[in-house]
């Protein structure tokens, strides 16, 4: 009979009285008690159990005990309550190290006999002996034999250690009741009482933690080690400390295969997000799912990445076809922190950061651009002494007469973070509670960005089989910055930048007075607020309700049904208002140099109006879920069956009245009441699907892995005979290790797992009600009175459907190194096709209608991607990390419809989609020799060639591909191979030591170019020049690098001469991290205290652009910031 002595019954059965089961629990003690014991080397040192969580009742402990080893638990009910909870530092250890902490503050102790594990009282009196020093030798090997070279051998509670030596070989002198704790990057720690033993031998375990760690996948979660498709994964824990406006910045880099660009540096700005290369032409953007439900980017970038658990990216069309019709571009999945059980923890995280632009372009100063005018003035033969040439006594004036408006403007922007949470609770309920609080600062006033955020995850089990779980969340965001009508939703904020920028050649003020003299629009006066401001505000709520029910007689049957309700509500306020400029008086030969006498007063008016817009989004998502997960013997199956419904609506009105009685008052009513003077829209829209989901998983012996999946989705945005799609998967792993054969033969490489995978995936954001017929409403005269009218809009297509992707996904993933050297290695194919586009080879030219969209076009993609990572330990305290990742992906465009009479030089079929046209540049006309030598009656673009301009091969005529004497744009060919980088990569260095570590992250991109930016931009006396272009041709300096000044000579033409390579490597982030040793801080109520120290953007180690920042997309665009901060980070 197995004595099991939980649940009631100690050991003995449950029919059997108390009295009996003291007297059986005497007669055990005094046996074991009294049997000769032994210190063991084998099992009773080894077993590793893992638990459901790391607070669990006594009783739970022992029966998991029981359970994943051969033990069986003796103890006496009076001595012991089974029912207490204890709180362990690891869920998963070895047993002693379990049992040690169970009893290090109570009157127990344990002993391990035979199969026995028996608990009894410490004796009253502790015997007190003179320990001595003895030497104790032994090795250290692997289960294969082989010596482990560098273990750390550590005499617990001391600092006394050595490591092993080339043959697995230690040597130590310990005290005579000394316990060795041996360790080492790859293997399970164990633990050895030497006791009367003055040589051991030890075997340590391969730790396969790595393989045990659960991804968040497609309405579950699965081991890594049983994935079988094409999986990234992040845990919050690598991010947490960035300070970044959202979670997508903070991500950059740092997942192979998903492509994150921050496109500028504005506060609260966010990236471009897209995984692998696009397959359409149509919406690229990813899927994303935040605990189960399916989300867009922006509430994505609304979480802190203190809420966030896991993040995990589905790639390929196994893993994301789960998801159907949205999931063609890849899916992002989060799961947000849940409660644990425990006494209640308190966390707080807060940071204080100071930026700086990574880089602001250089510009002409005065001196240098009234030259650079007079030269462009003489290049389009203004005649000289004109009086917009700077005279003489100008140039001499603005030797020494030159002004920098941005640095008079230019702050160091603050960024602010804090976060607290609480997570804690018992075997009943479970809870997370956290706040966050950003903050962000513009470089110059009136420009900021605010967002605060809660969250609020309960779980409950209301009986052993129901589970019930309330998920709520708010944030709002709160965005400000001055008003500038050609920057309106702009975030780039481009234009009131490079306006800011360009201003060089005369002061911004003065007497205190804005300067308008020769400028139409004032920077500084817009950001000053004087000419208004540009506000909006968002607000998310959201409510998740779950309801879980084991079912208790179908081992591994659940039930789940879960209701979630999101609402958005956004608001944006637009108050835009005139301002003066003052213009004084001139003096200088040509009236270039301003006096300080007042002229005239002029009112620079981009309107004067308020403009309000209320936005309301509503929606929600109800699942019913059905899983079962079961084994038997060597054969584990999982299923899973959903039924989904989504339904949503979008409200919208905005309003706008002219005119205020005074720019003190910005609301409506203070405007003009005129109905010529205002403005009042709306609309509405819903939107819908329905869906069925369904899983089948299967793996034997853990070796073979099968996986298939379905999706079938119904959406509104298409004609009902044509609304419902069927997207299935099929995946397989092969996990080769585990084959004895492999083991036996291949023993350097510790894990090995193939896989691969195929799934047809969707996307229906190609617009909805395309399939309808739809009407616009116009307004006109009819005999001179204003009459409204209904006119028909574009064709309705009641064929349309969802594009449709094809993907083909294979890999490996490797232990080597006694599990030190992870790598992950895959290629992917997917053919894209029923992509919807326009249809022109079958129109004839003449057609004047707008025709409806078909689905016909298809486009392939493919590439690869490699994941790596390394850690290791030197000594006893110094570990170390090295992690890399690599990603490439291209396209090329199969079928796609092009003008009947296209020449075949502009075919984009059989390329890829994101070439670029130009002129293949061939130098500038730098000598008459140069001039001499082209033929008679040559033209560039209309005009005869002159010197200092630039000159293009003459590759084909209008009606031949032979050369005809004249560039224009017949010559154009594809000069750019990719606009966009097809290669992504990042790797990270990290180490630590005691309590200090330091991690260091890199991000690049490779292989993508553009065009400069400004090529031969010039505003006259308005604006200044980039620097970059100071090397211009002038009859005096013919080898120039760029050519002459002036804007009309056809140097501003898309070229080879301007193509700049966009390729980079940066320094990403620097963490420094100290943490308090435990046992000064637990002295003031403590579990841990952490600072640190973070760098973001720090410098560029391959940067081929030079004048801006390679990762911004254009040099007017406001600059990326790179930020230093100071942070905190507590727990109690």
């Known amino acids: ?25 005497t007669i055990f003690l005094t046996f074991f008690c009294t049997f000769p014991l032994f210190a063991s080397t084998g099992k009773a040192q080894n077993a590793v159990i893992e638990l459901p969580s790391n607070a669990v009742t006594v009783e739970t402990l022992f029966s998991e005990i029981e359970k994943q080893t051969d033990y069986l638990v003796v103890y006496s009910n009076r001595e012991l309550n089974v029912k207490n909870i204890v709180t362990l530092s690891k869920k998963k250890a070895k047993v002693s190290d379990i049992l040690k902490e169970l009893l290090k503050s109570s009157n127990l102790k344990y002993e391990h006999t035979n199969n026995y594990i028996v608990f009894s009282k410490k004796n009253d009196e502790t015997n007190v002996t003179q320990q001595t020093k003895k030497k104790v030798t032994g090795t250290v090997m692997d289960k294969n034999g082989e010596a482990i070279i560098g273990a750390s051998v550590l005499e617990k509670g001391t600092t006394n250690g050595t490591i092993t030596d ?32 003055s040589m051991v031998s030890i075997i340590l375990q391969e730790d396969s933690q790595t393989l045990e760690e659960v991804v968040v996948i497609g309405y579950g979660t699965q081991k890594k080690v049983n994935l079988t498709g094409s999986v990234a994964s992040i845990n919050s824990e690598v991010i947490e400390n960035v300070p970044a406006s959202n979670l997508s910045n903070a991500l950059s880099g740092r997942l192979a295969g998903v492509n994150i660009t921050q496109t500028a540096g504005k506060p609260g700005g966010g990236s471009s997000v897209s995984i692998r290369a696009d397959g359409t032409w149509n919406s690229t953007a990813p899927l994303y799912v935040i605990d189960g439900v399916v989300r867009d980017k922006f509430a994505f970038d609304g979480l802190d990445a203190s809420e966030v658990e896991n993040l995990s990216v589905l790639k390929d069309g196994a893993s994301a076809a789960i998801y159907g019709s949205r999931a063609a571009n890849g899916v992002i999945l989060v799961t947000t922190k849940k409660g644990k059980i425990g006494k209640p923890t308190i966390n707080y995280t807060g940071s204080i950061g100071i930026s700086e632009a ?63 949470n609480v997570n804690g609770g018992n075997d009943k309920v479970r809870y997370f509670i956290g706040g966050n609080y950003y903050y962000e600062t513009g470089s110059f006033d009136n420009l900021n960005f605010k967002k605060y955020s809660i969250r609020s995850n309960i779980d409950a089990n209301i009986t052993k089989d129901l589970k019930v779980s309330l998920n709520l969340s708010m944030d709002t965001r709160n965005d400000h910055k001055p008003y ?76 789940k049904l879960t209701y979630n309700k999101y609402e958005r509500h956004t608001f944006i306020k637009q108050f835009s208002r005139p301002y003066d400029l ?27 109006f308020l403009y309000e817009k209320y936005n309301n989004d509503n929606s929600y998502q109800l699942n019913a879920m059905v899983t079962y997960n079961n084994t038997f013997g060597k054969h584990d199956i999982n299923a899973l069956f959903v039924y989904e419904q989504y339904e949503g609506t979008t409200d919208w009105m905005d309003g706008q009245r002219n005119y205020f009685i005074s720019s003190a008052v910005d609301q409506l009513f203070a405007g003009s009441s005129d109905p010529k003077n205002s403005t009042l829209n709306g609309k509405g829209s819903e939107s819908g699907r329905l869906s069925y989901v369904g899983r089948l998983g299967y793996t034997y012996d853990n070796k073979y892995l099968l996986e298939a999946s379905f999706r079938y989705d119904g959406s509104v945005n298409f004609d009902p005979k044509h609304r419902w799609g069927f997207f299935p998967s ?3 792993a092969w996990r080769i290790s585990e084959e004895n054969f492999f083991k036996n033969n291949v023993r350097f490489i510790d894990y090995l797992k193939l896989r691969a995978s195929i799934g047809l995936l969707g996307n229906d954001a190609v617009g909805g009600w395309q399939w309808m017929q739809r009407y616009n409403l116009n307004t006109g005269a009819y005999f001179g009175s204003l009459s409204n009218g209904v006119s028909a809009d574009v064709i309705p297509n009641t064929e349309i459907t969802w594009e449709k992707s094809l993907d083909i996904d294979y890999g490996f993933d490797m232990q080597i190194l006694r599990n030190r050297l992870s790598l992950s290695a895959g290629g992917f194919y997917k053919h894209t096709y029923d992509i919807l586009g326009d249809r022109l080879a079958s129109l004839p030219s003449t057609f004047g209608g707008v025709m409806p969209k078909e689905n016909y076009a298809t486009i392939d993609t493919k590439g690869f991607e490699i994941e790596l990572s390394y850690k290791d330990k030197i000594g006893k305290d110094f ?60 033209t560039i673009f209309g005009k005869k060639p002159e010197l200092g301009m630039l000159n293009y091969r003459d590759i084909r005529g209008a009606n031949s591909d032979e050369p005809d004497g004249k560039i224009d744009d017949n010559d154009k060919e594809w000069i750019i191979k990719h606009t966009k980088s097809p290669i992504n990569y990042g790797f990270s260095v990290g180490g630590a030591w005691k309590g200090l570590s330091v991690d260091l992250f890199f991000q690049g991109v490779a292989g993508g170019k553009r065009f400069y930016d400004q090529r031969t931009e010039w505003e006259g006396m308005e604006a200044s020049a980039y620097a970059w272009r100071a090397d211009y041709w002038t009859p005096e300096n013919t080898d120039a690098k760029f050519p002459r000044a002036g804007a009309d000579n056809g140097a501003s033409e898309e070229s080879t001469f301007w193509i700049q390579d966009t390729s980079f490597l940066r320094l990403k982030n620097v963490n420094i991290t100290y943490q308090l040793p435990q046992q000064l801080v637990s002295k003031w109520g403590l579990s841990q205290m952490k600072f640190f120290l973070m760098g973001t953007n720090l410098f560029l180690l391959q940067d081929k652009i030079k004048a801006y920042d390679p990762e911004n997309s254009s040099i007017m665009n406001y600059p990326l910031m790179r930020t230093y901060s100071f942070g905190i980070n507590v727990s109690f």
């Open 1 to 25: 009979m197995k004595i099991k002595p939980l649940l009631g019954h100690l050991l003995c059965l449950k029919t059997q009285n108390r009295t009996l089961n003291i007297m059986k629990v």
């Open 166 to 197: 080339i043959d697995g070989r230690f040597s130590l002198e310990v005290g005579a009741k000394a316990t060795l704790a041996i360790s080492y990057i790859g293997y399970v720690d164990q633990n050895i009482t030497i006791g009367n033993k």
């Open 358 to 420: 990574t880089k602001i372009p250089d510009m002409f100063n005065a001196y240098e651009q009234a030259l650079y005018t007079n030269e462009a003035l003489r290049n389009q033969l203004v005649p000289e002494g004109d009086m917009q040439y700077y005279a003489e006594d100008e140039l001499e004036y603005y030797k020494n007469h030159s002004y920098d408006w941005m640095d008079e403007t230019w702050k160091s922007p603050v960024v602010t973070r804090h976060s607290l």
């Open 484 to 559: 500038w009508k050609w920057d309106n939703d702009n975030d780039n904020m481009n234009n009131l930048y490079n306006g800011l920028l360009r201003r060089g050649l005369f002061a911004p003020y003065i007497d205190g007075k804005p300067n308008g003299t020769y400028l139409a629009w004032h920077p500084m006066e817009v950001i000053n607020g004087n000419s208004g401001y540009n506000k909006k505000r968002y607000s998310n709520y959201e409510i998740n309700v779950a309801l879980q029910y084991d079912v208790p007689f179908i081992k591994g049957l659940s039930l």
């Open 582 to 608: 003052y213009v004084f008086k001139t003096t200088g030969s040509h009236n270039h140099i301003q006096t300080n006498e007042l002229d005239y007063v002029k009112t620079r008016d981009d309107g004067d």
């Open 730 to 732: 099929a995946s397989a």
């Open 879 to 938: 570990t170390y990390n090295i992690n890399a990742n690599f990603g490439y992906a291209t396209n090329k465009l199969i079928t796609k419809d092009e003008a009947e009479n296209l020449r075949p030089y502009k075919s984009e079929l059989g390329y890829n989609t994101d070439r670029s046209m130009g002129y293949v540049a061939t130098d500038i006309i730098r000598t008459q020799a140069d001039l001499d030598a082209l033929p008679e009656g040559y």
